[in-house]
């Protein structure tokens, strides 16, 4: 009986003791979790100096030369207006035109399939493109308007981080210009959503980061299909994060390099030759940790080929 008592009483001591060591281990780790917290890509201190990503990514308002990481990403739905009632003509001149109107309810994803590669999709839900009509005072004759609902052309891209955790960023894009909006349609068969046409770009993109502020450029060469003129592509930004604003400044353009014979448009936002120099503010606003709303509003000041008035934007965005 004494036997059996002595071995109760060490099998009680020695439950006690592995859980003590237990109760123990796990207060030691509580107390560094504590002390040295796992950082989140999207959740890097602002106060961060050198911050491998970039300030805006607190926001995500745009990704530039940075990637968003393993299993993070960012969707935005928003809406793109555009109403002209002149044009930037073949040799850069602004004609008069029928009011035309532009109107995109657009999808934007990006979605990191690991630390150095991010997946991207632009996907233009309802692309609406209209003519007014014109009551000629003369004649009272009445010229009746137009218009076309598709979808729009769907881009599809891939980006790989060449230099990361860095100040300084640089990644390698491949984006995919599939033809699925329509071209020649409406009644007057000048309506587009669609170029009409395949196309693929290069893109390098850079970025620096020094917070609050950040700066981010680009350059991209698009080869173009059927007879459309290839084209050089550039953008700037600079930004500045407040605690839960960012407010950005961003300018771009596109330059044709001519070398296509395809028939330019006499409207809309879809020609051959076309080419631009634009720039505006933006501004994004984080609601909570994850959800967010932004826009801004981009001015063409000089233009071939394309509607010369300002284009508007504005959407709601989530981050994971």
């Known amino acids: 009986m004494k036997k059996i008592t002595l071995i109760i009483l060490g099998l009680v001591v020695g439950m006690m003791t592995v859980q003590a060591k237990t109760l123990n281990d796990t ?18 201190p602002v106060e961060h100096r ?54 995109i309810t657009e999808l934007y994803g990006e979605y ?18 209209t003519l007014n009509s014109i009551r000629f005072e003369q ?5 009746p308007g137009d218009e076309v609902n598709n ?16 100040p300084f960023v640089l990644s390698a894009s491949l984006l995919l210009g ?8 409406g009644n007057t068969q000048l309506l587009q959503t669609g170029d009409g046409e395949f196309n693929q770009m290069l893109r390098l993109d850079v970025g620096y980061s020094f917070a609050p502020f950040y700066l981010t450029a680009g350059v991209g060469f ?5 007879n459309f003129s290839d084209e050089i592509h550039a953008n700037f930004e600079i930004g500045i994060t407040y605690k839960k604003l960012i407010a950005m400044l961003k300018a771009g353009t596109v330059q044709s390099l001519n070398n296509g014979d395809a028939a330019a448009a006499v409207t809309g936002i879809f020609s051959n030759n076309t080419e631009f120099v634009s720039a505006g503010p933006e501004i994004a606003w984080l609601f ?14 000089a233009g071939q080929n394309i509607l010369a008035a300002p284009a508007y934007n504005a959407g709601f965005f989530v981050k994971f």
């Open 178 to 185: 599939i033809p699925s909006g329509v071209v020649g349609a």
């Open 222 to 226: 698009n080869n173009r299909t059927q």
């Open 151 to 166: 979808i729009g052309d769907i881009n599809v891209g891939i980006k790989y981080a060449l230099i990361k955790n860095k």
């Open 27 to 44: 207060a030691r780790t509580t107390t560094e979790s504590r002390v040295a917290p796992r950082i989140d890509l999207y959740q890097i």
């Open 50 to 103: 050198f911050a491998p990503q970039n300030p805006a990514k607190n926001l995500k308002a745009l990704g530039g030369g940075w990637v968003a990481g393993k299993g993070h990403g960012y969707l935005r739905l928003g809406e793109r207006v555009i109403r002209a009632n002149r044009f930037y003509g073949l040799s850069g001149e602004i004609t008069d035109i029928t009011t035309t109107g532009v109107y």
């Open 139 to 143: 004649s009272n004759r009445v010229q």
């Open 112 to 129: 990191g399939l690991g630390n150095n590669l991010e997946v991207s999709l632009y996907f233009p839900l309802f692309f609406r493109s």
């Open 288 to 301: 909570n940790k994850n959800f967010g709303f932004s826009g801004g509003v981009a001015f063409a000041f």
